[in-house]
């Protein structure tokens, strides 16, 4: 502790000194205890019950054979992780969740990039365009499902009828298999672009007038001085973007659950909505909650990832 | 000394309510650019327009093979008219409101409390304190929903409205987003205060939160749309009819009404009306609060 610090502690406690009685700094520092953890109580309550205490729970369940009924209520070791391991339907799953976290990563921030990269160029009527792009993510995921299973519906859907204008046949967007994926790619790409084109927006609204300036007498124009000015000046924003949406996009549920129920044949089906049918539907809590471990693992991956990446960055 | 700290700005995170760059006029490149953000943005509006266009529709022109913008028996409110008679969408809007502003609130005073004693009260275990609260930031919601489920059975809180809203007013991302706010303000103002002796709760009260108020804002607008939105928490604890929020309502109208596809619009438009009239009303605020708040992580 600084000595400034300490003098201005005993400046600020005005009590006579009693022999006997603590006083002074030590006094003062009893204090900030017991103020310290009771401002902090509130939170900690919470966090212990609703955080602390699932997460151990889970990782309790996860070693027994506990069910919804309630029967098998025993430790029964690591025998859960073992069958997941061996569990073809959640690898599928996760592998779907990955495949789903690559393809929809690379759009949600390209797009959302040039979308920022447009209003910043100081287009008129900002409000407008910043309304448009980012007024999907203030929808409930079930109205997005809602909009896009209507306009992907095969027979009469307004994409398909669009296509057919230019002798495309119909395409079963939720129906083919091959294809269901990326439309929900395209439907959650409409749903959370803004959000990332928010936080690029801000980034580049914070570069200074100057470096733009300078550019612009040395003759660069609009294009050179993305590439050279704009770009590297939003680079941590970027690198937070890419872990932000890839933490988000390993998450998916809503939309593939409300959109097609994880088929066509569970191709669409993520890792999120296996742990929850094993655990609802199968009524096997303690083996989703193997799963949800597993999942979680490989969060704490990226996560880690990630905080390596900012380490070296700010280092 | 007094005067000159009072003086000085509180630091406030404004992203760009100006466009630095200087206007140039219109050339063939900025042109171009409008082109591009132009067609984007009916991209973006077509969703929007094509739900309502089907909602003011009749149930036959709505399915009728023939895709029109412009129905040939005429605009009607039938579709409204049907989804009100069915009154569930009253209901789940007031589920929604009442459950997101009791987490917004119970999250903001918490959090707030918390963040002010990591921020100023030096007390022992707060360092390991701070480094619980950051490590938890990476645990997702869905790994908890099994455990939470089992323990909200126990509390016999499912079928609450309790175990829709108490899970939910943790986010220790927004603990730090409040706590380095509070870092930023100059301790001179409270030293006055401490000086006529004013306690931690009155110093709190009435120095840093008034100071607080735009990143109060940020946070409450944040958590709010989180908890207004959230769909599989709600849909794992609540059975009972009478306490589904909108989105969770929404999932069910899909079996009743199967292919009624004006009445489907109109539900979901229904539901993605109040949040897109305050979006309308407080852009600049809510903008403002996603952008300070965004990057810290969910």
Known sequence: ?????????????????????????????????VSGWTFAAPFLVFFLVFLIWPILYGFYMSLTGKSLTGANDVLIGFSNYSEAFADAGMWRSLGNTLYFTVISTVPLVLVALVMAALLNIGLPAQWLWRLSYFAPFLLASTVVSLFF??????????????????????????????????????????????????????????????????????????????????????????????????????????????????????????????????????????????????????????????????????? | MANTTLTRSVPRTE??????????????????????????????????????????????????????????????????ASVFQAGNIPLWTWNSLYTSAAITLITLVISALIAYALSRIDFKGKKLLMTAIIASIIVPPPVLMIPLFYQMLAFKMIDTPWAIILPQVIHPAMVFVLKRFFDQIPRELEEAAVMDGASRIRIFMQIILPLSRPILAAVAIFVFIGAWNNFLWPFISTNDDSLLTLPVGLQTIKSAYGVQYAQNMASALLAALPLIVVFLFFQRQIIKGISTTGLAGT
């Not at chain 1, 400046?11 to 205890?33: A, E, F, H, Q």
């Open chain 1, 1 to 33: 502790m600084s000595s400034s610090t300490v003098s201005r502690q005993t400046s600020l406690v005005r009590t006579k000194p009693t022999p006997g009685i603590k006083t002074g700094p030590s006094l003062r520092r009893s204090r900030d205890n």
């Open chain 1, 149 to 315: 299973v209507w306009m992907y519906n095969p027979q009469l859907g307004l994409i398909n009828d669009f296509l057919s204008k230019f002798g495309i046949p119909k395409i079963g967007w939720l129906n083919d298999p091959n294809v269901a994926m990326w439309s929900i790619v395209i439907a959650t790409l409409w749903w959370t672009v803004g959000f990332n084109f928010l936080l690029y927006l801000a980034a580049m609204q914070n570069i200074p007038a100057q470096h733009y300036e300078a550019a612009s007498l040395d003759g660069a124009g609009a294009w050179r001085q993305f590439f050279s000015i704009t770009l590297p000046q939003i680079t941590p924003t970027t690198v937070m973007i890419v872990l932000l949406q890839i933490l988000a996009s390993l998450k998916v549920f809503d939309q593939i659950y409300q959109m097609t129920s994880g088929g066509p044949g569970g191709s669409t089906r993520p890792v999120v909505q296996y742990i929850f049918e094993t655990g609802f539907t199968g009524y096997r809590l303690g083996y989703s909650a193997a799963i949800s471990y597993i999942f979680f693992g490989l969060i704490v991956l990226v996560s880690a990832l990630q905080f390596v990446i900012t380490r070296r960055r700010s280092a």
């Open chain 2, 15 to 80: 992203p760009g309510q100006v466009i630095r760059q200087p206007r140039k006029k219109l050339t063939v490149g900025k042109a171009a650019a409008i082109v591009v953000a132009a067609v984007l943005a009916v991209l973006w509006l077509v969703p929007f327009a094509w739900a309502t266009v089907t909602a003011f529709k009749s149930e036959a022109d709505a399915s009728a093979s023939k895709v029109s913008w412009i129905p040939p028996s005429g605009f009607t409110f039938d579709a409204f």
